[in-house]
């Protein structure tokens, strides 16, 4: 009995540095923005608290398009991601000459600073000296100069390619780990059965990546919600709003307009479609583990 106590108490003293770093690093500021979420907090020295008024302000039709918004902005920027990393992966790990040179070439989007390569990209989308605008006018495609960034269907695409160029360099390294876990027995035994390549991806590969694929979209997903410094640096949320989302729209309105108890409000809902995605993944991954189990 003696034993175990002390074992008990030798794992706490384990646990106690990370208990401390979450709650100060994590925890005291989840409090304390949900606790600021129902004042008025500004510029002002007294804060007063108004209770759900910051909620029930966030709730009308302007911010129920940043969250829409939001939500198509992530979701086909994650699905553009998994599908190229998917067919990068399974490229850079076929026997094919200069494998090695590929696999260098996808690093770049990953090792460039970000905010140099979202200023490259912003260049490029120029309508007057922009390289994407020059070479659709070198080969007739459009008239004239064409300004990315200056309307809004062209401007919330263009956020979405950058944050895909930015992200499928680290979608395809993870996958083409995971494709490399992968026993060659089985390959072999089904090209020994007379398999074609699609066939055995579509069998073989793509069953045993899953795992892999769920735990990548996840935490691209995340990453990409909470996606800040690509939108901002190329359109500050605009044009007419059209790129705005829920981060955005978070920042402008505490740090902006300095209306923090409405910010704050804001980034607990952030917190709680997070937690409500967490929550699904763990789901997923835990069926997963039990089917692969048995």
């Not at 979420?37 to 108004?50: G, Q, Y």
């Not at 895909?164 to 090209?191: C, K, N, R």
Request: aromatic share 16%.
């Amino acid at each position: 009995m003696e034993a175990k106590r002390q074992t008990v108490i030798f794992a706490w003293c384990l646990l106690l540095p990370a208990t401390i770093y979450i709650a100060i690093i994590v925890a005291y500021p989840l409090v304390d923005t949900f606790i600021l979420s129902f004042t008025d907090a500004s510029l002002k020295r007294v804060t007063n608290w108004v209770g759900w008024e910051n909620y029930n302000k966030i709730f009308n039709a302007t911010f129920a398009d940043v969250i829409v918004r939001t939500f198509v902005w992530t979701f086909f920027s994650v699905l553009f991601k998994m599908i190229i990393g998917t067919f990068g992966a399974s490229l850079l790990n076929s026997a094919v000459p200069g494998r090695t040179l590929f696999r260098i070439l996808t690093m770049p989007p990953w090792i460039v600073p970000m905010a140099i390569g979202i200023f490259m990209w912003g260049w490029m989308y120029n309508g007057q000296f922009g390289m994407i605008s020059g070479m659709l006018q070198r080969f007739g495609l459009v008239d004239g100069p064409v300004a990315f960034l200056a309307y809004g269907s062209t401007a919330f695409w263009a956020t979405i390619f950058t944050d895909v160029w930015i992200g499928v360099p680290m979608v395809t390294l993870y996958l083409l780990a995971a494709i490399q876990s992968i026993p060659q027995d089985l390959h072999e035994a089904a090209w020994t059965d007379g398999a074609g390549r699609f066939y055995r991806f579509r069998r073989i590969t793509l069953p045993l990546l899953m795992p892999a694929m769920i735990t990548m979209s996840m935490i691209s997903l995340i990453s990409t919600f909470n996606s800040f410094d690509i939108i901002w640096i190329l359109t500050r949320g605009g044009p007419s709003g059209s790129t705005t989302t829920m981060i955005i729209d978070t920042y402008k309105t505490a740090i902006g307009s300095y209306k923090y108890g409405e910010g704050a409000a804001r980034a607990v809902l952030i917190c709680i479609f997070l937690s409500i995605f967490s929550y699904f993944y763990f789901r997923v991954t835990s069926r997963l583990s039990q089917e692969q189990s048995r």
